[in-house]
Structure formats: C-alpha cells, structure tokens
C-alpha cells in the first residue's frame, strides 16, 4: 500500500515537474507553489530512503554558504522583513535543483515527456504572439477581459507580449526553452527514429526566432543571437557533421528572413537592436541601464560587506546617498524612478530607481556584498569545472549543449537581466541547471 502511494506521489510530481514551463505562461505563485512541493518531497524521499549523497556535491555545499549568507546579511538590510522574508525562503531552489539532478531526471522516459510538454508550451506562446502580432491582442487577454473583466493587455506598438502581461517575458520565455526544445526534438524524434522531420524543425526554429526578435525584448535577441553562435561552435567539434551543417543552414536562413520580411521590421533591427544598443554600450554611463548600475555601485560602497538586503535594491535607490546629482538639486517631487531634465543643470538624467539593477552581478554586488558576490561567482565556478571535467557530454550529448547555450547568455556580466530573485526567472534558471546538473548524475 505504502509502495503504491509513494509511486502515485512520484508520478503525480514528476507530471508537476513537466507542466512547470506551461504553468510559467500563467502563474509565477503556481509554479513556485510546485518547487515547494517538489522540494519537499525530495526531502522526504532523503529521510525515509536515509539517502543525503546529494549534500555532497560541491555546488550544493556552495549555494547552502550562500543561503545561510543571504539571512546573515538580511539582518543589516534596510527592510529586515522583506530581506529575511525572501532569504529564507530561498532554499527551495537549491532542493528543487537537487531534486531535479538526483531524482526527477534519473525516471526512465522524464526527459523525453518533459520535452513534449514544452514543445506544446512553446507552440501555445507562438500562437498567443502571432495573434497579438495581427489582431493587437491575445486571446489570453481577450478571454480574461471578457470572462472576468480584467483589463486588456499587450506589448504596446514596439512589443509582443502573448500571453505575458509583462512584455519582455514573451522572448524571455522562447530564449530560456527554445533550444532546449529543439535539440531535445532532434535528439529523441529526429535521430532516433529517423524521422523526416527537418523541414518541421527548420520552420520551428525559423518561426520562433522571428517571434524573439518581434517581441521587442533586445536582452532576449541578443541572448539568442550568442546561443545560436555558441551551439554552432560546439557543434563543430562533434563527429556528426549533418547536425553542424543543418544548424548552419537554419541560421542564415532564420537571419535572411528575419532581416528581409519586411521594411519596417529592418528598420526595427538596424534602429531598435544594432544602433540603440550601440549607442548604449558607448554611452554607457549616461543610460538608462547605467544609471541604475552607478547606484548599485554606490550601494555596494556604502554597504560593502552586506549589501543593502536582498529585494532591498527597490528601497534603497530612494534615499538621497543614492540618488543622482539631477535628482538631488532638483528639489522635492521629482521621482528617482521617472529620468528628469534638471533645468538649473540644463542635463538629462536618467532614473536612479528600478526594483532591480537590469545587471546579474551588480545584483547580487549591491544586495548581498562583496561575500555574496563571490560566493556567487564560485558556484558557477564549480558547475564550469563540472563540465570541464567531462568534456565527452559536449560532444555526446546534443540536449546537453541546448541548455547550457541557453544559460550561458544569460550569466554573461554585461547582459541585461531580469531580477535573479524574482520568481517567474528563479524557477526557470533553476529549472534549467538542475536539468543540466542531471546529466553528470546520469553518466555516474
């Protein structure tokens, strides 16, 4: 009886598992709801089978310093509730992660079933986005204003939001899942059962490479720009060459298209992603990403050994030390979080004040301190070295390198980032690191 209960648990969390990426489409408090409760189970699973050899790995050793840190210096944030709040609940990412790596993905047949749960997430975001793309809005949104008088919502005239109410998540999302979903579609469909599937999968590709770019996130185009670059380097090296020339294929194919559609979609490309991101990177200082970057170093100067608390970032920007000279000398009323023109000053300034950075490290920099940046730091240090040390999965495993491409963007230091504790963009690097984790479990 007991056997049978514990298989029914398992099964009914591991399909919990799959329906995390379909459940991020509609709700951050459901999916987060599901890394509890896998969490949790996991850890029951440790007790009774008295089995703690995932306490062993390097990494989790890492992240469970970096937890007992971040309530450390929850205790010297500006809001103690909010920073401790947050702190102690973190945890459930580390076991969720370690759940994933030690016990979800080791079940015979979870991966490939987690696959077609997201290929048919994915095709339900496209559908949404081309919707939008034509009518102005989803049906998504339509149904909620319909159904229960919700307001309507879009991405407005330069973005698609599809089924997200907050725009830049519609590329966020394709990003994260894309080429996980492609390779994993190679790897079981296309390879192993040698299906005529290549024109399918170069329109799928094709289709959802527009749809980034159309989403108007430039963080997401970019991040799926260096991944197609990454996935192409690594391919190279493999045996298979089909797979490298197809891959090559696919991109300038995708890019021709992408950049010829139409006329108003070039100029968004040369206007909105080259010229406004150059222009940024050589302006740094004086936009908007920089502003909020010279007040994350200001708190980090101020406060460099705790940080100013974390989901503190928000509360802090609003105190005088951090705010920015135009902000300062123009007088009472004027909001860090809107840019202001300085009349006396005749300059622009950009805002001081966003829930967040927009930067990884700066984040953790100016939230956690010196200590939890480089506790940071060599978390991803250890996951490097795992994969260094088994390089044949690089070459072996092509789902392998789908996700790391996917992630690795993501933590290059100059890119623009959602908040890395917020938790519609914890579950989803969480989920895919305990996916990518798994394969060192399954090759022990």
Request: with cysteine; proline share 3%; hydrophobic share 50%.
């Amino acid at each position: 009886m007991k056997n049978s209960i514990d298989l029914f648990l398992l099964r009914f969390i591991s399909y919990s598992v799959c329906l995390i990426p379909f459940v991020l489409i509609f709700s951050n408090s459901i999916a987060d709801i599901i890394v509890v409760i896998t969490a949790t189970y996991f850890i029951y699973k440790s007790i009774k089978n008295n089995d703690w050899l995932w306490l062993k790995e390097q990494w989790v050793k890492i992240c469970f310093l970096i937890y007992f840190w971040l309530i450390i210096s929850s205790f010297f944030s500006y809001n103690q509730e909010l920073a401790l709040s947050r702190s102690i609940s973190w945890i459930r990412f580390i076991i969720f992660a370690a759940s994933l790596q030690f016990l979800f993905f080791t079940q015979k047949k979870f991966e490939k079933k987690l696959i077609i749960f997201i290929f048919f997430a994915i095709i339900y975001v496209n559908i949404e986005m081309l919707i939008e793309y034509f009518t102005n809005y989803s049906l998504y949104s339509r149904f909620l204003e319909t159904y229960f008088d919700k307001d309507p919502f879009a991405g407005g005239s330069h973005r698609i939001s599809g089924p997200f109410k907050d725009a830049p998540k519609s590329g966020l999302y394709l990003s994260y899942f894309i080429f996980p979903t492609f390779f994993g579609l190679i790897n079981y469909f296309y390879l192993k059962n040698k299906s005529n599937l290549f024109i399918f999968l170069l329109i799928f590709i094709i289709l959802n490479l527009f749809l980034i770019k159309i989403s108007g996130h430039r963080g997401s185009v970019l991040s799926i720009i260096i991944s197609s670059f990454l996935m192409i380097f690594f391919l190279f090296f493999r045996k298979n060459i089909k797979i490298f020339i197809y891959s090559l294929i696919i991109l300038f194919i995708s890019c021709f298209i992408l950049y010829n559609s139409n006329s108003f979609l070039k100029n968004r490309i040369k206007n909105s992603l080259i010229d406004k991101t150059f222009n940024e990177i050589s302006n740094y200082s004086k936009s908007a990403y920089g502003s909020l970057s010279i007040t994350a170093f200001k708190m980090s100067l101020s406060n460099p050994i705790f940080g100013v608390g974390l989901k503190n970032y928000r509360i802090a920007c609003e105190k005088d030390e951090f705010l920015s000279e135009g902000h300062k000398g123009s007088g009472y009323g004027v909001s860090p979080w809107k840019g202001h023109y300085n009349i006396e000053l005749k300059k622009y300034y950009e805002a001081t004040c966003s829930s967040h950075p927009h930067n990884l490290y700066l984040t953790w920099l100016s939230e956690t301190g010196i200590p939890g940046l480089l506790f940071f730091i060599i978390f991803l240090i250890i996951i490097i070295i795992k994969i260094n040390q088994d390089k044949n999965i690089l070459l072996k495993n092509i789902l392998f390198l789908g996700i790391l491409t996917s992630l690795i963007p993501k933590f290059i230091p100059m890119m623009p980032s959602l908040n890395f504790f917020s938790n519609w963009n914890a579950v989803t690097v969480w989920f895919l690191i305990g996916w990518l984790l798994s394969y060192f479990s399954k090759n022990k």
